[in-house]
């Protein structure tokens, strides 16, 4: 299976593996990886020094060599528009604590950003978790999470792309550990 796989990818099998370009030392890895043909795969930041279209390409070879060899993939990074296309379960971690986790799309469609008329968060409906707020003078922006439909008119709602839905969880952790700070240090 490797020597079909380096040969399929064009790699040169007489060349040292420092020699290759970054995106082909990845293959390589990847290729090494899937030798030992395993149950579950897990990769730390499989693509972080890659190019886009090695980025892409990588990607490309990890997802068809799940469907053919039936295993599961563990990916760490932080290149969140890279897993969007692949992965099917989230885990947002910071400082080593979950802040969420679940089925991509059922985190997609539960998660919702409100802009319209500055307001408290206290006065949303108890069903609609505030993940992320921000206020301008005339205006609040918030990322909730729920799944009950947003009735209130004053709202303009808008879907969150992956990236969004993640970042705000990680401000959220950064924001309470700001309240904390704060609340010690009085």
Do not use: Y
């Not at 563990?74 to 992965?87: K, Q, Y």
């Not at 409100?114 to 968060?121: E, K, M, Q, V």
Request: aromatic share 2%; proline share 4%; glycine share 4%.
């Amino acid at each position: 299976m490797a020597r079909e796989r380096i040969a399929q990818l064009g790699l040169d099998s007489t060349r040292r593996a420092g020699k290759l370009s970054g995106g082909q030392r990845a293959q390589l890895a990847l290729t090494l990886g899937l030798a030992k043909r395993p149950e579950l795969l897990i990769l730390d930041e499989p693509v972080a020094s890659l190019d886009p279209l090695a980025r892409r390409e990588f990607m490309q070879g990890l997802m068809e060599a799940t469907v053919e060899h039936e295993f599961s993939v563990v990916l760490s990074s932080h290149l969140v528009s890279d897993l969007e296309r692949v992965c099917d379960f989230l885990i947002v971690l910071v400082d080593s604590r979950v802040q969420v986790a679940g089925e991509v799309d059922k985190l997609l469609s539960t998660h919702h950003r409100l802009t319209g008329p500055r307001r408290d968060p206290d006065r949303l409906p108890a069903d609609q978790q505030v993940v992320s707020a921000r206020h301008t003078d005339r205006q609040s922006t918030f990322v909730i999470r729920t799944e009950a439909p947003i009735h209130d008119p004053a709202w303009t709602v808008t879907r969150l792309s992956l990236e969004d839905l993640v970042l705000a969880h990680m401000n959220k952790r950064t924001a309470d550990d700001r309240r904390v700070a704060l609340e010690v240090q009085r």
